[in-house]
Antibody, heavy 116, light 107 residues
Framework: QEQLVQSGAEVKKPGASVKVSCKAS???????MHWFRQAPGRGLEWMGR????????TYGRNFRDRVTLTWDRSVFTAHMELSSLRSDDTAVYYC??????????WGQGTLVTVSS | EIVLTQSPGTLSLSQGERATLSCRAS???????LAWYQQRPGQAPRLLIY???YRATGIPDRFSGSGSGTDFILTINSLQPEDSAVYLC????????FGQGTKVEIK
């Protein structure tokens, strides 16, 4: 069964960093992996993508100064690290597998709460 | 950057009725990558339609997509209680972008 399993909820203080993992199973990790977030009452916002073949990354305009995407081939796991957290970074963060121009497999989501 | 605007914001219909959801792009879309997703509360989006009108694996045939240019439609025939959800349209050009969603309520 193909699935993406994300790490658990996090609570962070402003200024800290958070790292969310996304483990793929049931398929060969051979496609682009994208990351999105969804803040309360807001739409889905694209953060960036990583090419699992060569590790090339592309970051969304709103995040390129603060986000780092990596992947670990040995354990089929992608990571998203967001730094300099602010209260408006409180959101559910998703990884999603790209199938051409759409996303056919999603992680279950990871709630990140930023609060002092 | 193309902006996707969905309407209506909320659609309240009875079981068995047809739902027609609109997704309008701020400029004409030449990319074939227009998709629709269903998102139930507390869950991740689920791919319904890709390439404007192709159903994803396992999606019932009461879901259909159509459109071109700037106007795209998701139609849900014979609404079922489990169709209560938010529906999102998505376009991929240089990067993916989503509409803000239409909430479908079953009376």
């Amino acid at each position: 069964q193909e699935q993406l399993v994300q790490s658990g909820a996090e609570v962070k203080k402003p200024g800290a960093s958070v790292k969310v993992s996304c483990k793929a199973s049931g398929y060969t990790f051979d496609r682009f992996m994208h990351w999105f977030r969804q803040a309360p009452g807001r739409g889905l916002e694209w953060m960036g993508r990583i090419n699992s073949h060569n590790g090339d990354v592309t970051y969304g305009r709103n995040f390129r100064d603060r986000v780092t995407l990596t992947w670990d081939r040995s354990v089929f796991t992608a990571h998203m690290e967001l730094s300099s957290l602010r209260s408006d970074d409180t959101a559910v963060y998703y990884c999603a597998r790209a199938l051409t121009g759409q996303f056919d497999l999603w992680g279950q989501g990871t709630l990140v709460t930023v609060s002092s | 950057e193309i902006v996707l605007t969905q309407s209506p914001g909320t659609l309240s219909l009875s079981q068995g009725e047809r739902a027609t959801l609109s997704c309008r792009a701020s400029q004409s879309v030449t990319s074939p990558y227009l998709a629709w997703y269903q998102q139930r509360p507390g869950q991740a989006p689920r791919l319904l339609i890709y390439g404007v009108g192709y159903r994803a694996t396992g999606i019932p045939d009461r879901f259909s997509g159509s459109g071109s240019g700037t106007d795209f439609i998701l139609t849900i025939n014979s609404l079922q209680p489990e169709d209560s959800a938010v529906y999102l349209c998505q376009l991929y050009t240089d990067s993916p972008t989503f509409g803000q969603g239409t909430k479908v309520e079953i009376k």
